[in-house]
């Protein structure tokens, strides 16, 4: 099963997040995830147990606990989804000028 747990204190390495989780069970993998361009954690990762009982076993005990000072969030993980460019007009600008102002025009009344 693979656990999300978010509000990680910016000091959690991948190997203290599996040693928290393998007091509940065997743990195949933990991964605490790393900004990119800071090099810095995003405050969020993920474990992955293959025993389903244990991974919720753990998920109940750690949920809203104290871990490094923090009170840590630990649910399921949810599949990641993939994002459309919808949203991202490629670069381009919407229905706006390049003020940003919209190119439809409302009275004051």
Known sequence: MNIYISNL???ISDADLRKLFEE??????AKVIIDKFSGRS???G?????????????INELHDSEFNGKTIVVNIAKPRTERSNDN???????????R??????YSRD
């Open 100 to 105: 940003g102002n919209s190119s439809r025009r």
């Open 24 to 29: 509940y069970g065997e743990v195949s993998s």
């Open 42 to 44: 995003k405050g969020f």
């Open 46 to 58: 993920f474990v992955e147990m293959p025993n389903d009982d244990e991974a919720k076993n753990a």
């Open 9 to 11: 204190n910016y000091g």
């Open 88 to 98: 991202r007009n490629n670069g381009r600008f919407n229905s706006s000028n390049s």
